[in-house]
């Protein structure tokens, strides 16, 4: 009897998959970070020290190897470089982003940094209409923006916080976690945290975007990195994104990490403090 198509999909998919990626292949959408893959090269700088701290984060991500990856290179840029402020995500999830900072600012001498991590450790929202058709399915149709959690992407905090004080070792005092919506925690945040060196938003939907980049974009110094996790997957982020870029001159360019990811670092320029 021949196996079945779906088999072979769910054969591929364990095996081939991985066997490819180590031989340099790399799949369309992004590198995923099982042991298959991470056995290839890929031609980063570091890649050595960010393989170690991609395995040590690994089990608190979903993001990709680039990802993780250029966070490594935009954190190592930002230390020599000597560009002031801290280290913000908002969308922490279970905090492997966020310790693969935090590993990239202590590679090279004692952190000094502040870490600010933001979320409702309650999982998402509901969308809103402008998110799309994609996100209106993952949220089985509730599509009302209501401050209420839909079931997905759930972490508590204390996964965050034994992955960063415990396994990582990162210092306590420079740690913040502000748990709640966004809406609700920003507000009152906002003049705790001053400077930004590099600002990452993982909220997913079109709202969680736009608060975060109204209330936090301008923290960001020049020189200093904003990451925008869901730009290429989910319609409404990337909405909120470039209604905030085309509202706020001049034009940036959004450097490509994945099919997903973007950033951009802040110009030192006149007319964007």
């Known amino acids: 009897m021949l196996p079945s198509v779906s ?6 998919s364990k095996h081939l998959g991985p066997f490819l990626g180590s031989h340099g292949w790399r799949p369309a959408r992004s590198v995923p970070l099982a042991d298959g893959y991470m056995n290839a090269s890929y ?3 570091d890649e050595v020290e960010i393989k170690a701290a991609v395995r040590r984060v690994r089990s608190h991500t979903m993001t990709s190897f680039e990802r993780l990856a250029t966070l490594w290179q935009q954190v190592r840029y930002l230390d020599r470089a ?23 600012h202590m590679a090279r001498s004692e952190p000094t940094r502040t ?3 933001f979320d409702s450790f309650e999982g998402l929202p509901r969308p809103t209409a402008t998110d799309g058709a994609a996100a209106s399915r993952y949220a089985a149709g509730r599509t ?3 401050l209420d959690a839909i079931g997905a992407c759930e972490a508590p905090l204390d996964d965050n916080r034994d992955l960063l004080e415990r396994q990582l070792g990162y210092p306590k005092e420079l740690l913040s976690y ?7 925690t920003l507000p009152s945040a906002v003049e705790q945290i001053g400077s930004i060196a590099l600002l990452r938003l ?11 980049l109204e209330a936090l974009e301008p923290l960001v110094v020049p020189g200093g990195i904003v990451v925008i996790d869901d ?43």
Request: include cysteine.
């Open 231 to 273: 730009y290429g997957h989910w319609e409404g982020c990337r909405a909120a994104v470039d209604e905030y870029l085309e509202a706020n001159p001049p034009p940036l360019l959004l450097s490509h990490v994945d099919y997903t990811a973007r950033y951009w670092i802040k110009p030192m320029v006149p007319g964007r403090a």
């Open 43 to 45: 031609g980063y700088d």
């Open 82 to 104: 000597e560009i002031q402020g801290g280290l913000v995500e908002c969308g922490t999830w279970r905090g492997g982003a966020v310790g693969m900072m935090a590993l990239a």
């Open 115 to 117: 870490l600010q991590l």
């Open 202 to 212: 993982d909220g997913d939907w079109y709202e969680s975007t736009k608060v975060c």
């Open 7 to 12: 088999w072979i999909k769910r054969s591929a």
């Open 144 to 146: 009302d923006g209501a």
């Open 178 to 184: 502000h748990v709640g919506w966004f809406q609700d």
